[in-house]
């Protein structure tokens, strides 16, 4: 089954760090890379960044440089978001995405069912 | 890359036709998707590359546009339909997306 499963629910203090889960099963984990994309209550979507499954290399949203970490675990298909010194605008479902054909131009035609993070002060 | 999306909202009956904007604050030559959204649910693609329908979705979408200026239509409203729809441009990171348009039940 072609799917990115995440992980579950997780309720931080301010200044805390998280990490988030993102397994992939039913299609070559290596081909595209991952991309997070973030969503605050009752808001927009936002991009985070993007990790290249092939050699791990990221590219990270300018706002959020310096706190957040994208990795990826080949052998287990699996990618990691660590987002460090939180904040309570950090509150947000946390999605990770990817897309499976070039055609695509990095749209994005599979995505994780979302991991809500609460950060509280 | 800004991208403006309108409405922000808009109430519409089940059959009619609708029909979202989406403007890029630079040319991004066809490099734009369009996602719905349902109530705790993660995005599902509808377009990309600015007209190109995905797998599965039904016809009744469809988009158009190049360089700024792009639209999203639904040509007959159907109950499932009701969301809010994204657009999101791909030309150049960061990946950025528009502010969205929730459709609701007239």
């Known amino acids: 089954q072609v799917q990115l499963v995440q992980s579950g629910v997780e309720v931080k203090k301010a200044g805390a760090s998280v990490r988030v889960s993102c397994k992939a099963s039913g299609y070559n984990f290596i081909t595209y890379g991952i991309s997070w994309v973030r969503q605050a209550p009752g808001q927009g979507l936002e991009w985070m960044g993007w990790i290249s499954n092939y050699n791990g290399k990221t590219n990270y949203a300018q706002k959020l440089q310096g706190r957040v970490t994208m990795t990826t675990d080949t052998p287990t298909s699996t990618a990691y978001m660590e987002l460090r010194s939180l904040k309570s605008d950090d509150t947000a479902v946390y999605f990770c995405?990817?897309?499976?054909?070039?055609?695509?131009?990095?749209?994005?035609?599979?995505w994780g069912q979302g991991t809500l993070v609460t950060v509280s002060s | 890359i800004q991208l403006t999306q309108s409405p922000s909202s808009l109430s519409a009956s089940v059959g009619d036709r609708v029909t979202i904007t989406c403007r890029a604050s630079q040319g991004i030559s066809s490099d734009l998707a369009w996602y719905q959204q349902k109530p705790g649910k993660a995005p599902q693609l509808l377009i990309y590359?600015?007209?190109t329908l995905q797998s599965g979705v039904p016809s009744r979408f469809s988009g158009s546009g190049s360089g700024t200026d792009f639209t999203l239509t639904i040509s007959s409203l159907k109950s499932e339909d009701f969301a809010t729809y994204y657009c999101?441009?791909?030309?150049?990171?960061?990946?950025?997306f528009g502010g969205g348009t929730k459709v609701e039940i007239k």
């Open positions: 590359a600015a007209s």
């Open positions: 995405a990817t897309r499976r054909s070039l055609a695509l131009r990095n749209a994005f035609d599979l």
């Open positions: 999101q441009q791909v030309n150049s990171d960061p990946l950025t």
